[in-house]
C-alpha cells in the first residue's frame, strides 16, 4: 500500500541552455544540451519518493528507448512499477529552453501519455485504495483526471490537484470536489477568469473558489512563496530566496514535496514551509528530476547552511 498515488504524465526532456532564442529564420548556437527524466507527474512522484514516501505512479510510457529508460528511471527512485503501463508508439517528450536567469519554455509531445485514459486507468483502480493522497496534474486527460477524482471518492482518499499546465476547459464541479487545489497565478486567473496581478487579486480569486466548494487553495507563486486559503484562514509562507540557474520542474518539485511532507503527518503550513524549501533547493541545480535532492542530500545540504 503506497502513502501517495501519483496519475499524470511522464517526458523524456531535451533540454537546450541559451543565451538568447533565435528570432524567425534565424540560426542561433546554444551552448549546452542536456537530456533527462521529466514531465508533471513524474516529477511530483519522484520528488515525493527521493524524500522517503511509498508513491505509486499511474501513467504510461511508449514502446521505445524513451519508454525503456524511463521505467529504469522509476525503478531505481523506489516507484512500483504495477502503475505503469505500456503503449504502441513514442514515449512523451518535452523540448525545453533554458535561458541565462534560469528561465525556461517548454513544449510537450504527449504520445503515450494520450493513452491514459479513463478506461485504462479503471485497470490500476486498486491502486489508489489506502492511499493517503492522490495527486493530479493536467498533462493527461481532463476526463482522466475526473475519472480519477470519482475513484478516488469512492476509496475515501483526498485528491490533490495541481491544474498545470492551465486548461480552459477545467469543469469547476470537479475542482470543487478536490481536498487541496493548487494553482499557480496564471492557472488561479484561467480557472476563475479574475486577475491575479496583485496579492490582494490572488486572494479574491482564492476565496472565490473555497466559496465554491473548494476544501483547500493553494497558489504557488514562485519566487512569493505560496498562499494557502481555507474556509476559515489565510496564510502567506514565503519563500526561500536562492539565486536560480534552472527553475524547471519547480512547481513539481513543490507539490511532490508537500504531498510528502502532509502525508507523513506535518501539518499544512509546516508542510508548504518545507515544499518551499525543497524547491528553492531544486532551482539552484540544473535538470528536473536531476535537481531533486534525497531526504539524505537534503539533509546534508541543510546541515552545509547551518555551518556556513
Ligand atoms: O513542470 C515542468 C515539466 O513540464 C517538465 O518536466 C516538462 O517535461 C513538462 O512536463
Known sequence: MADITVIGSNMYELTTFVDRMPVEGETVEAPEFEMGF?????????????LG??????????????????????RS???????????????G?????????GDNRILIVKGANKQLTPA???????????SKLVVLQQEIALETNYHAIELAEEYGVPVLLNP??????????????????????TELATLTGMPTGTLDEIKAAARNLVRRGVGNLIVTMGGKGALWVSADQELLVPAVTVEAVDTTGAGDAFIGSFAHYYTQGEDVPTALSHANRYAAISVT????????????????LLLERVQA
Open 38 to 50: 521529466g514531465g508533471k507527474g513524474a516529477n511530483q512522484a519522484i520528488a515525493a519518493a527521493r
Open 53 to 74: 514516501s511509498q508513491v505509486n505512479f499511474i501513467t504510461m510510457v511508449g514502446r521505445d528507448e524513451f519508454g525503456r529508460q524511463q521505467l529504469e528511471n522509476y
Open 77 to 91: 527512485n523506489g516507484i512500483r512499477a504495477d502503475g505503469i503501463g505500456i503503449a504502441d508508439g513514442s514515449s
Open 93 to 101: 517528450v518535452a523540448p525545453i529552453f533554458v535561458d541565462t536567469s
Open 120 to 130: 485504462a486507468l479503471d485497470d490500476k483502480k486498486d491502486l489508489i485504495e489506502g
Open 164 to 185: 498545470a499546465p492551465a486548461n480552459d476547459d477545467l469543469n469547476i464541479d470537479y475542482v470543487s470536489r478536490v481536498a487541496f487545489f493548487a494553482p499557480n497565478e
Open 285 to 300: 541545480r540544473r535538470g528536473t528530476q536531476k535537481a531533486y535532492p534525497t531526504a539524505a542530500e537534503l539533509n546534508d
